[in-house]
Every structure is written in structure tokens, then in C-alpha cells.
T-cell receptor, first 113, second 113 residues
């Protein structure tokens, strides 16, 4: 079964600074990988996903993520954060033969002025 | 386009009372449907999923049950609520098939007193 680890529970970043959120997965074959964002009291919104092909994936809101098979990682990045990026971010992994996704515990991002 | 609805948005219930949360999806057919729970400050816990009418898979033994009376309707129920049932309940759908992107509803916040 697949699993996901998000090592950072909470990250604080200054507005305009870069952001990187770490995600490590465990799965024997090529995984399906996702990043979701959740604003307080809201549902989860898909930021981006990786199924195959180019390992650098562009998403919404200026986010990108890079799949690195050798490191079993799918880290999320944004070059310059905005105050509206303050939220909780979830990494998830799926498989072609499984109806379920496995979610990480989430990383809370605080943006300071 | 597809949309997913959940109601109610917020619910305050006494311990021992029954529960019924509803989730409906529009704009798609034969979706896989999911119920998740988020306790305060914690990640997502998959409770139930369904790949068709009347087909329910339970992930965690607990005080809750789920039903799927129609193709695009998924209901979460309890006969007697516990304090520990408090949390944020999210419904999600995906197209039939493994590993596909899950799309989330706006959630229901449940407070059991």
C-alpha cells in the first residue's frame, strides 16, 4: 500500500519569499501524485497532479512541483508567496489499481507581512 | 461542468442524537464517492467509499455508516452521536477508475455537545 510523509507540520514564510513544501511517498510502481490546498473552513482544492511525462508539473496559483523518482519525492514550490497562500497543503498519492488516495498529514503555511 | 454539494454546512447536535449528512454530485455519472473526516488540527481520515449504488466500503470501524441510494447521492449517518464524532466532514468524487483525481465538496462542520 502507498503512503505519504509531509515532514513539515508548520512553515512560516514572509510575503514575497519563496516557498517549498516537502512530500515523500512510498509506492513500488509509478505513483499518481497530487497536491491539494485547503483554506480554513473550506474543502480541498486541487493545485496540481502528476501521472506521467514531464517531471516538472505546473499548477494553479503559480505553484509547481517536481517528481523525483530517485528520492521518492514530489515537492511543491512557489517562487513568491502572497498573503492569500496562507492555508494547509496536502500531498496525496494514488495508484492505477486502487480507488483510494493516501494523504499526508498536511503542512500549515503562515505568511507574515 | 461537475459540481459537488454538501449539506448542511454546519451542524450542532447533542450527544446521542442521530445524524444524516448528504452529498450530491452533478454533471457526471457513475462516480466513485468518498467520505472523509478531519478532526481539529489533524489530517484526512477516509471513512467510507463507494464505487456504485448500494456498494459501500468501510475503512474505519466506528459509530458511523454510509449509504448510496442513488448514483450521485452519498449519505453519512449515525444512530447515536458521540463527542468524538465532532469534526469537519468532507465528501469527494472521482471518475470511475483507480488513482484518479478526487474533487472535494465544501464540507460540513459537525459539533457534538
Amino acid at each position: 500500500a502507498q503512503s505519504v510523509t509531509q515532514p513539515d507540520i508548520h512553515i512560516t514564510v514572509s510575503e514575497g519569499a519563496s516557498l517549498e513544501l516537502r512530500c515523500n511517498y512510498s509506492y513500488g510502481a509509478t505513483p499518481y501524485l497530487f497536491w491539494y490546498v485547503q483554506s480554513p473552513g473550506q474543502g480541498l482544492q486541487l493545485l496540481l497532479k502528476y501521472f506521467s511525462g514531464d517531471t516538472l508539473v505546473q499548477g494553479i496559483k503559480g505553484f509547481e512541483a517536481e517528481f523525483k523518482r530517485s528520492q521518492s519525492s514530489f515537492n511543491l514550490r512557489k517562487p513568491s508567496v502572497h498573503w492569500s497562500d496562507a492555508a494547509e497543503y496536502f500531498c496525496a498519492v494514488g495508484a492505477s489499481n486502487d480507488y483510494k488516495l493516501s494523504f499526508g498529514a498536511g503542512t500549515t503555511v503562515t505568511v507574515r507581512a | 461542468s461537475q459540481t459537488i454539494h454538501q449539506w448542511p454546512a454546519t451542524l450542532v447536535q447533542p450527544v446521542g442524537s442521530p445524524l444524516s449528512l448528504e452529498c450530491t454530485v452533478e454533471g457526471t455519472s457513475n462516480p466513485n464517492l468518498y467520505w472523509y473526516r478531519q478532526a481539529a488540527g489533524r489530517g484526512l481520515q477516509l471513512l467510507f467509499y463507494s464505487v456504485g449504488i448500494g456498494q459501500i466500503s468501510s475503512e474505519v470501524p466506528q459509530n458511523l455508516s454510509a449509504s448510496r441510494p442513488q448514483d450521485r447521492q452519498f449519505i453519512l449517518s449515525s444512530k447515536k452521536l458521540l463527542l468524538s464524532d465532532s469534526g469537519f466532514y468532507l465528501c469527494a468524487w472521482t471518475t470511475l477508475g483507480g488513482g484518479e483525481t478526487q474533487y472535494f465538496g465544501p464540507g460540513t462542520r459537525l459539533l457534538v455537545l
